[in-house]
């Protein structure tokens, strides 16, 4: 499996949290340079470190997805650095938990903001600057099992991976013949920092613990066991990879049996 | 890629044929045993005998996919001659092209029997073993595009195909907690012998030529080219494999992006 990405250039957002940082190891490892960014450009530090810490190459740079100059500068940063971004996975993502009638319109529109809107300036920019060098390139956003269930107490948060899921379509149609495949997965429940926060705010919705709201989750998953960032970035790099070069606009549930279609 | 499968025993149903030939090639080149199974044991012995020659490890056994017995005898045979079948590809498959109101009774039950029961039938008998032995699997049945979409003159493929996606989801239910994982993969347009068939039962209805027909479908591909049978072997041995241990019941288009959900 070693050095299936020698050579390319990875783009990371949200590569300072828990999938983010998972994938961004794993495309070091496979010989990848890592551009991790992240809102928090000290987060996105630590990562790069860690990844060459095990031997591969990373660079670290802060980037809000919500703001289109601010991808484009980061990206000249990064072609400056290393080269051209072949590679990019979208991790950058936010959530919380209101009651329907209590979702505020403020709060609905940060989510599409940073979960869809800042999926499309980076997989646009990306694909732009990947298309007038007329290269090919791997481009995996990140959904959610979200997407295609109900979502009663995280309405915003299902509808912006929803939309991810159909830009994704409509990304992975319009770039397949300049050889650029773009795909998406859709985890399920992930031991990282987001849910371990989406529980506490379900705790004070639901009355349960924190622990208890977490442990009937997991009871609900047919694998019988949380998600690791690892499994999640295991699927990411099969759809980096020229294996997966006949996919097209798909999203890949990697949920441990929680969500079909 | 190194050795995924070193030490597997991977049936493959439909063997002889173009999908599940390439997809056995594939599978031993990475260190399977592959047992050829095919109705057509002359194409089973050929396709084991040219995988020999490359200098990896297959054998050849008859099978009817759509009898019990056949199916029994095939998994008693393979356990005791070669070792615990652990990864299955159900490939066999039969299409014939006709319209929707001449579509005998008889043609939808055989094309049922072979593409819906057949899965079924592997399926169950290889989790039956691998529960008894204490012993963990993965399987991947190929469904197909028309499992998706409408087919006005292959309404009984397209509904086994469905059917294929609905018992790769309740198997999979059923088997997590054996630690075991069940998906599928819906290739669309693959260069094989079924395909040059289809346009050649297509053509007779409408006079056309068929090469000039097949031109046509593969414009209508989004990625452009038609898909080949290691494009499939690709996604099924990515599902066979450790890395897609969080993905269970799934079904993916590989299929240059025909169809989505
Ligand atoms: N944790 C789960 O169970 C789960 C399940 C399905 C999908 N996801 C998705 O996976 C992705 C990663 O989630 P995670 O669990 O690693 O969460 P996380 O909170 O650990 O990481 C998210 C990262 O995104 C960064 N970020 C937030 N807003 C940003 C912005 N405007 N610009 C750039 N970066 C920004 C944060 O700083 C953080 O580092 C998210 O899109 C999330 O919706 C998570
Ligand atoms: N060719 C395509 O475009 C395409 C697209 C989507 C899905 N598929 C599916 O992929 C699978 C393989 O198709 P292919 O294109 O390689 O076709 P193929 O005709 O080359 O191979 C099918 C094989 O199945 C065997 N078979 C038929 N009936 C059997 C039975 N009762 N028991 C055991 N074996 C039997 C045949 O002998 C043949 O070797 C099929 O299930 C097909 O429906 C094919």
Same mark, same amino acid.
């Given at each position: 499996? %070693?050095?299936?990405?020698?050579?390319?250039?990875? !783009?990371?957002?949200?590569?300072?949290?828990?999938?983010?940082?998972?994938?961004?190891?794993?495309?070091?490892?496979?010989?990848?340079?890592?551009?991790?960014?992240?809102?928090?450009?000290?987060?996105?530090?630590?990562?790069?470190?860690?990844?060459?810490?095990?031997?591969?190459?990373?660079?670290?740079?802060?980037?809000?997805?919500?703001?289109?100059?601010?991808?484009?500068?980061?990206? =000249?940063?990064?072609?400056?650095?290393?080269?051209?971004?072949?590679?990019?996975?979208?991790?950058?993502?936010?959530?919380?938990?209101?009651?329907?009638?209590?979702?505020?319109?403020?709060?609905?529109?940060?989510?599409?903001?940073?979960?869809?809107?800042?999926?499309?300036?980076?997989?646009?920019?990306?694909?732009?600057?990947?298309?007038?060098?007329?290269?090919?390139?791997?481009?995996?956003?990140?959904?959610?099992?979200?997407?295609?269930?109900?979502?009663?107490?995280?309405?915003?948060?299902?509808?912006?991976?929803?939309?991810?899921?159909?830009?994704?379509?409509?990304?992975?149609?319009?770039?397949?013949?300049?050889?650029?495949?773009?795909?998406?997965?859709?985890? @399920?429940?992930?031991?990282?920092?987001?849910?371990?926060?989406?529980?506490?705010?379900?705790?004070? !919705?639901?009355?349960?613990?924190?622990?208890?709201?977490?442990?009937?989750?997991?009871?609900?998953?047919?694998?019988?066991?949380?998600?690791?960032?690892? =499994?999640?970035?295991?699927?990411?790099?099969?759809?980096?990879?020229?294996?997966?070069?006949?996919?097209?606009?798909?999203?890949?549930?990697?949920?441990?049996?929680?969500?079909? =279609? | 890629?190194?050795?995924?499968?070193?030490?597997?025993?991977? !049936?493959?149903?439909?063997?002889?044929?173009?999908?599940?030939?390439?997809?056995?090639?594939?599978?031993?080149?990475?260190?399977?045993?592959?047992?050829?199974?095919?109705?057509?044991?002359?194409?089973?012995?050929?396709?084991? @005998?040219?995988?020999?020659?490359?200098?990896?490890?297959?054998?050849?056994?008859?099978?009817?996919?759509?009898?019990?017995?056949?199916?029994?005898?095939?998994?008693?045979?393979?356990?005791?001659?070669?070792?615990?079948?652990?990864?299955?590809?159900?490939?066999?498959?039969?299409?014939?092209?006709?319209?929707?109101?001449?579509?005998?009774?008889? =043609?939808?039950?055989?094309?049922?029997?072979?593409?819906? %029961?057949?899965?079924?039938?592997?399926?169950?008998?290889?989790?039956?073993?691998?529960?008894?032995? @204490?012993?963990?699997?993965?399987?991947?049945?190929?469904?197909?595009?028309?499992?998706?979409?409408?087919?006005?003159?292959?309404?009984?493929?397209?509904?086994? %195909?469905?059917?294929?996606?609905?018992?790769?989801?309740?198997?999979?239910?059923?088997?997590?907690?054996?630690?075991? /994982?069940?998906?599928?993969?819906?290739?669309?347009?693959?260069?094989?012998?079924?395909?040059?068939?289809?346009?050649?039962?297509?053509?007779?209805?409408?006079?056309?030529?068929?090469?000039?027909?097949?031109?046509?479908?593969?414009?209508?591909?989004?990625?452009?080219?038609?898909?080949?049978?290691?494009?499939?072997?690709?996604?099924?041995?990515? !599902?066979?494999?450790?890395?897609?241990?969080?993905?269970?019941?799934? /079904?993916?288009?590989?299929?240059?992006?025909?169809?989505?959900?």
């Amino acid at each position: 499996m %070693k050095g299936r990405f020698e050579g390319a250039v990875a !783009l990371v957002t949200g590569g300072a949290g828990g999938i983010g940082a998972g994938v961004a190891l794993r495309l070091g490892r496979e010989g990848a340079h890592v551009a991790v960014t992240d809102l928090s450009g000290s987060g996105a530090e630590v990562v790069a470190a860690r990844v060459r810490q095990q031997g591969g190459q990373a660079s670290a740079h802060a980037l809000d997805v919500t703001r289109a100059e601010d991808t484009e500068r980061v990206l =000249d940063e990064v072609e400056h650095l290393a080269g051209t971004v072949s590679l990019a996975v979208t991790c950058a993502g936010i959530d919380s938990q209101f009651d329907f009638l209590d979702l505020s319109l403020t709060e609905w529109q940060k989510t599409i903001e940073v979960n869809l809107q800042g999926t499309f300036v980076v997989i646009q920019a990306v694909a732009r600057r990947l298309k007038a060098k007329g290269g090919k390139g791997h481009i995996v956003a990140v959904a959610s099992a979200a997407a295609k269930r109900p979502n009663p107490t995280q309405a915003h948060y299902g509808a912006s991976k929803a939309g991810v899921v159909n830009l994704v379509r409509s990304a992975g149609v319009a770039l397949a013949r300049d050889g650029i495949v773009v795909n998406a997965v859709c985890p @399920g429940v992930v031991d990282t920092d987001m849910t371990r926060a989406i529980h506490i705010e379900r705790s004070r !919705l639901s009355g349960l613990s924190e622990e208890e709201s977490l442990a009937r989750m997991i009871q609900s998953i047919p694998i019988g066991r949380i998600q690791t960032v690892d =499994d999640v970035a295991h699927v990411v790099a099969f759809l980096l990879s020229h294996e997966a070069d006949y996919m097209v606009g798909q999203a890949v549930n990697v949920c441990g049996g929680l969500a079909f =279609d | 890629m190194g050795q995924r499968f070193e030490g597997a025993v991977c !049936l493959v149903t439909g063997g002889g044929g173009g999908i599940g030939s390439g997809t056995a090639r594939l599978l031993a080149a990475e260190g399977a045993h592959v047992i050829i199974a095919d109705l057509s044991q002359d194409r089973a012995q050929q396709v084991a @005998g040219e995988i020999r020659e490359m200098g990896f490890q297959a054998s050849p056994h008859a099978v009817d996919v759509t009898s019990q017995e056949s199916v029994d005898r095939l998994l008693d045979d393979s356990w005791r001659d070669v070792g615990p079948v652990n990864l299955a590809v159900t490939c066999a498959g039969i299409i014939k092209i006709q319209p929707f109101l001449d579509l005998p009774a008889a =043609d939808w039950d055989r094309t049922l029997a072979v593409n819906l %029961k057949g899965t079924f039938l592997v399926i169950q008998g290889v989790a039956r073993r691998l529960v008894q032995a @204490g012993r963990k699997g993965r399987m991947v049945a190929v469904s197909s595009v028309a499992g998706r979409g409408a087919r006005a003159d292959v309404a009984d493929y397209a509904a086994s %195909k469905a059917g294929v996606i609905s018992i790769v989801r309740s198997s999979a239910m059923a088997l997590a907690e054996h630690g075991m /994982a069940v998906n599928a993969v819906c290739p669309g347009v693959v260069a094989t012998e079924m395909t040059y068939a289809i346009q050649r039962m297509r053509s007779q209805d409408t006079g056309e030529n068929p090469e000039e027909m097949l031109t046509r479908s593969v414009t209508g591909i989004p990625l452009g080219r038609i898909e080949t049978p290691e494009d499939v072997a690709k996604a099924i041995a990515f !599902l066979l494999s450790e890395d897609a241990g969080y993905v269970t019941g799934q /079904a993916l288009n590989v299929d240059g992006g025909l169809e989505f959900d």
